[in-house]
């Protein structure tokens, strides 16, 4: 029902069903349908390599004749259903139902409930999409597809398919704690089905290289247990009533040059949940979005919502905006609020009044412009609340827009976990894990953020990481969201870039701050991650000019100016002189102590 309901009536090809497959196709405007037969899915897992061609499909179905021709029926479907793909144990492919059936449901084949069978026949079309542990709510969908053509072709009675569809989903995947890297593992496999095909290379004979440095996953892998018992000892209440009610946190790791991933941990323990968080959950990043409102001012033009450099001052006292005719005041954590702060200042104690204000003289859609193209692509409505991270994104996509701040302002390719696949010791494929990046800023706007991250580091909310251990350059921003249910840091050395989310899988509420629940776990991983590295700096770019500037007007200090500090600016964005001290008040008094001190001797 699910794959080939005229399988024990045609040929080996079906050309009824090639002929509505190409029907539905045509008025879809897509490939919606297949047409292929249950043999020739046999015939192209077996015997034919993976590549989409006119002369493939011709073989294909002249194969598949041959093969009804010689084995009967039966035959043919016990060998489909013993080794078609069904998902991931870890590492491991699930082949055949047997195999399937314990491991989704710890049953026999034979023992299998009517719902449980039509779920396992539903996962074919695509058993990562339709997973019952990665994807419950998909896998049920597609589950009641099947049920309902079972019903319509008459295999089904009303009451039967009522009590079948009624049946809630109950699978889970136990995996052997020794298995390196799963989370890693399943995004691999689904990396691959997204390159080649669905079961493409099943039963080829190839090696895949994978992105993976075993040391630093092992790192992760133990920040990742570290940092989340700690924080369940430390706050009791924390800890949930059973497995699937646990703290999670993820942290995934990037070569800022490549974009390729060094490190994965989708979740705290892969035998309770393989749902992949690094990758598939979608959650607000809150203030770990502020870089990019930050970027924005920083690096558009003066006409274009920028002119900001990091001296300017900004306001940060409360604020009431109206939006869609109610009004919305963002607060400040804790409600503390800082008067009149620079740029530097404000990023580093991340202080929404002031990033708002700021967006709103920047303009919204100007940010949003800006987020895309540091390769934010989950939706972003041009509203006040999204400057703040109200919006939803993977730890994967924030930790990989992130690259440009480190690696000299280039967008890299999408983060790959595969870097070869080579087949019967053919040629290597490398994809396009070679390609370029795309210039997003230039190496001088890039280091300018890096040094208001670094801030963040030094004098911010994420000064702890240096309590913590972290040594040497790096640079970073916490993430808490306004009701406590997001905790975030992403940070970076010149040489690694990683990012940790905590909360629960349900929503639910914690408290913690992305310096209290995130960092701690980032820190963990970075410390000795770092200590096996020759130390470096970031690299200064040609572009950039460090000044003396007056810190109570963000002027470019004189001797008379009572507080100043070195600052960094784009060239020619420098400010102008001080002129509020150095008058001749100024110098009267200068002139009279020198006076006073030449009496003295």
């Given at each position: ?332 954590y804790e409600d503390r609020y800082q008067g009149r702060v620079t740029v530097r200042e404000a990023l580093a104690q991340s202080l929404n009044a002031a990033t708002v204000r700021l967006a709103q003289d920047v303009g919204l859609p100007t940010v949003v412009e800006r987020a895309r193209a540091f390769g934010i692509e989950s939706r972003l409505d041009p509203v006040p609340a999204m400057v703040l991270g109200s919006f939803e994104v993977t730890p994967l996509e924030l930790a ?202």
């Amino acid at each position: 029902a699910a794959e080939d309901h005229r399988f024990f009536d045609h040929p080996g090809v079906d050309l009824r069903g090639l002929v509505r497959a190409a029907w539905v196709n045509f008025r879809a405007g897509r490939v919606t349908q297949g047409g292929s037969t249950i043999t020739q899915q046999l015939v192209k897992n077996r015997l034919l390599d993976p590549k989409r061609t006119f002369m493939r499909k011709v073989d294909e179905a002249w194969l598949a004749t041959l093969v009804e021709w010689r084995y009967s029926k039966e035959r043919i479907l016990e060998a489909y259903l013993n080794e078609i793909y069904l998902g991931q144990r870890g590492p491991m492919a699930i082949r055949g139902v047997a195999s399937a059936s314990r491991a989704y449901f710890r049953k026999e084949v034979h023992q299998l409930t009517v719902a449980e069978a039509a779920l396992l026949a539903g996962m074919i079309r695509a058993p990562n999409t339709y997973s019952p542990t990665a994807n419950p709510a998909r896998a049920r969908e597609r589950r009641d597809v099947v049920l309902a053509r079972m019903r319509e072709l008459g295999r089904l009675s009303d009451a039967d398919y009522e009590a079948a569809r009624r049946e809630p989903v109950r699978a889970r995947i136990v995996v052997p704690a020794s298995q390196t890297a799963p989370y890693f593992a399943d995004h691999v496999r689904q990396e691959l089905e997204a390159r080649f095909g669905n079961g493409a290379l099943d039963a080829r004979d190839v090696r895949v290289f994978t992105t993976l440095d075993l040391t630093l996953q092992r790192l992760a892998e133990n920040a990742v247990e570290r940092g989340l018992v700690r924080l369940e000892a430390r706050r009791p209440q924390l800890r949930g009533a059973d497995d699937g009610h646990r703290l999670q946190a993820v942290l995934v790791a990037l070569d800022p040059t490549t974009g390729q991933i060094r490190a994965l941990v989708g979740g705290r323990n892969y035998q309770a949940s393989q749902f992949d968080r690094a990758t598939q959950a979608r959650r607000q990043p809150g203030s770990a979005f502020k870089p990019f409102v930050y970027a924005a001012a920083l690096t558009a033009p003066p006409g274009g919502g920028g002119g900001f450099t990091v001296a300017t001052f900004l306001d940060d006292s409360p604020l009431t905006l109206t939006v869609n005719g109610a009004p919305w005041s963002p607060r400040n954590y804790e409600d503390r609020y800082q008067g009149r702060v620079t740029v530097r200042e404000a990023l580093a104690q991340s202080l929404n009044a002031a990033t708002v204000r700021l967006a709103q003289d920047v303009g919204l859609p100007t940010v949003v412009e800006r987020a895309r193209a540091f390769g934010i692509e989950s939706r972003l409505d041009p509203v006040p609340a999204m400057v703040l991270g109200s919006f939803e994104v993977t730890p994967l996509e924030l930790a990989r827009a992130y690259l440009p701040f480190v690696n000299g302002g280039r967008r890299t390719p999408p983060a790959h976990a595969v870097r070869a696949v080579q087949e019967r010791g053919g040629a290597i494929d490398t994809g396009d894990d070679e390609a370029e990046g795309k210039p997003v800023i230039s190496p001088a706007e890039a280091y300018l953020m890096t040094s208001l991250l670094e801030g963040v580091i030094k004098a911010g909310t994420g000064a702890s990481a240096r309590t913590l251990g972290v040594t040497g350059a790096v640079a970073g921003k916490t993430g808490t969201t306004n009701d406590g249910r997001d905790a975030w840091f992403v940070g970076y050395s010149p040489g690694l870039l990683a990012a940790v989310w905590v909360g629960y899988d349900n929503g639910e509420p914690h408290g913690l701050s992305g310096a209290e629940g995130a960092l701690p776990i980032w820190a963990e991983f970075m410390r000795p991650a770092l200590e096996s590295v020759a130390p470096r700096d970031f690299t200064v770019p040609s572009g950039v000019t460090f000044a003396e500037i007056d810190l109570t007007n963000g002027k470019l200090a004189n001797r008379f100016c009572p507080r100043t500090g070195k600052e960094i600016f784009l060239n020619g964005t420098e400010p102008e002189p001080c002129r509020e001290h150095g008058g001749l008040g100024d110098r009267m008094g200068e002139w009279w102590n020198r006076f006073r001190g030449w009496l003295r001797r």
